[in-house]
């Protein structure tokens, strides 16, 4: 199973907010940089959230990142069709000496 | 802009060897950790590897540690991935990407079938 546990599933309706959680331990999430990638099928992941909370030039600001000690949190605004993909969230391992991803998260959005 | 672009993959048997490469530029390259990351069908994301800015420090998964190898060329701003003893199980799409900023190419897909 993957370093960093994220819930399979997530849904919401248009417009409305969703939370997609990203659970790790002190030698990945408590010390190091989180990563947020948005993949669509048939496309390459694309980068949404790099340095835990900085969206990179061209990703609206409906998306944003934080974490508290040892987990990390994707908030997703005003959802739309279009943000149905699976989001990964990644972070470097010190104890593994490896970047390490989570599982992914398949959202929905009804 | 900054651009990271694979190429070498392709379909090849098992046992067989294949090497990736990654040209990147609009960025100093050659001061970059770099890593490949993988992506097999229906599957999430797995780190492969890195490789250090200057090239004298390398770090695998232990997946393909002893069978796959990275290099770089700073003179050229580009990244190789040398697959050995491919696997059934290595089938996937492989990107590269730019430590700390985060960013992954296109990808590059390999497919180890009999």
Known sequence: QSVLTQPPSASGTPGQGV????????????????YWYQHLPGTAPKLLISWTNQRPSGVP????????GTSASLAISGL???????????????????WVFGGGTKLTVL | QVQLVESGGGVVQPGTSLRLSCVTSGFAFSTYIMHWVRQAPGKGLEWVGLMSGDGTDKKFANSVKGRF????????????????????EDTAVYFCARNGEGDLGQGTLVTVSS
Request: a neutral charge; aromatic letters at 10%; proline letters at 0%.
């Open chain 1, 61 to 68: 600001d409906r998306f944003s990142g934080s974490k508290s």
């Open chain 1, 80 to 98: 739309r069709s279009g943000d149905e993909a699976d989001y990964y969230c990644s972070s470097w391992d010190t104890s593994l000496s490896a």
């Open chain 1, 19 to 34: 939370i997609i959680s990203c659970s790790g331990s002190t030698s990945n999430i408590g010390r190091h940089y989180v």
């Open chain 2, 69 to 88: 190898t990275i290099s770089r060329d700073n003179s050229k701003n580009t990244l190789y991935l040398e697959m050995n003893g491919l696997r059934h």
